[in-house]
Nanobody
Framework: QVQLVESGGGSVQAGGSLRLSCTAS????????ITWFRHSPRKEREGVAA????????VYADSVKGRFTVSQDHAKNTVYLQMNSLKAEDTAMYYC????????????????????????WGQGTQVTVSS
């Protein structure tokens, strides 16, 4: 059975940094993309960063571009989300999700808005940024 487990959340002041981890266990070869989503009571669920596991292609939401970096370590079956220059509006529950994203003509479709393509989800880790 596939499991995704997030860790690394916490409370920081604005301008600080956190690194989230998402570790997969079980059968891990039926997806090609892992995406970090976030959700807070004031906002709809938002895809913030994704990485295609085969070639390392990354995608970022405009709201985090230049501040967040997604990376992977195949040997550890882990995807990371390095979050720098955190803002109060980054406060949310962060989830990692794994799924298969189709493509066309060698170009992957944007995974950030394709929530329905993600069949595996972690339990979430809370990030709280105080201003």
């Amino acid at each position: 059975q596939v499991q995704l487990v997030e860790s690394g959340g916490g409370s920081v002041q604005a301008g600080g940094s956190l690194r989230l981890s998402c570790t997969a266990s079980g059968y891990t070869y039926d997806w090609n993309c892992i995406t970090w989503f976030r959700h807070s009571p004031r906002k709809e669920r938002e895809g913030v960063a994704a990485i295609f596991t085969e070639d390392g292609t990354t995608v970022y939401a405009d709201s985090v571009k230049g501040r967040f970096t997604v990376s992977q370590d195949h040997a550890k079956n882990t995807v990371y989300l390095q979050m720098n220059s955190l803002k109060a509006e980054d406060t949310a529950m962060y989830y990692c999700a794994a799924g298969f994203i189709p493509g066309d003509g060698g170009v992957w479709f944007d995974p950030l808005g394709r929530v329905g393509d993600f069949g595996y989800w972690g339990q979430g880790t809370q990030v709280t940024v105080s201003s």
